[in-house]
């Protein structure tokens, strides 16, 4: 064996030795970017059920305000009736009477109404902190995807540590959703 070939088998099994000792970073990057795929998918699910739940709670405010114009309107129509001078006493009371019996029952309802929109609007509230939760912990996911890959580049372990740490908070973050109400 020549001395050149020596030096190139030698040169070799050095490169092979820091190959395998980057073999965890490798790894810890494919896991983290697995990671990075779900909590991005969990966030974009989290946005879309607030939106399509803002949409449930605007559709309810509408219910909601058609029957409150809709009880003022009688309300007007009642009081008109009630100062108004009719030929027919008979009639007039009995439709006074049929719209005070529908105020009655629409109070009960913009009560009801009232309550669904403002319970859409709390789980509103709710989805967006979990999205923006989710959000949070992507950027923090990234981040530590992007420095342990520095790793790869400079050698230097110091850069997968700061990488797993990041990484770390993201994880967490993503967790704490599961304790939020």
């Known amino acids: 064996m020549e001395a050149n070939e020596a030096q190139e088998l030698q040169e070799h099994a050095e490169h092979g030795a820091s190959e ?36 449930k709670a605007t559709d309810q405010w509408n219910l909601y305000q ?9 309300q007007l129509a009642g009081d008109l009736l009630s100062v108004l001078t009719l030929a027919d006493k008979e009639a007039a009371a009995k439709i006074t009477k049929t719209y005070a019996d529908h105020q009655a029952k ?9 309550q669904k929109a403002e319970a859409l609007e709390t789980t509103v509230g709710r989805a967006e902190v979990r999205a923006n ?6 950027a923090l996911l990234e981040i530590g995807l992007v420095i342990s890959s520095v790793t790869l580049l400079t050698r230097a372990k110091s850069y ?6 990041f990484s ?4 967490i973050s993503a967790l704490t959703v599961l304790f939020l109400k």
């Open 20 to 55: 395998s000792s980057m073999r965890p970073v490798a790894f810890t990057m494919a896991v983290l970017a697995a990671i990075v795929a779900i909590t991005t998918v969990l966030g974009h699910r989290t946005h879309t059920e607030a939106v399509l739940t803002q949409n």
């Open 66 to 74: 058609a029957k409150k114009i809709r009880a003022n309107d009688t």
């Open 106 to 114: 629409w109070t009960d309802d913009l009560k009801e109404e009232q």
């Open 133 to 138: 939760r989710f959000d949070l912990s992507e």
């Open 160 to 165: 997968w540590y700061l990488g797993i740490a």
């Open 168 to 171: 770390l908070g993201g994880f």
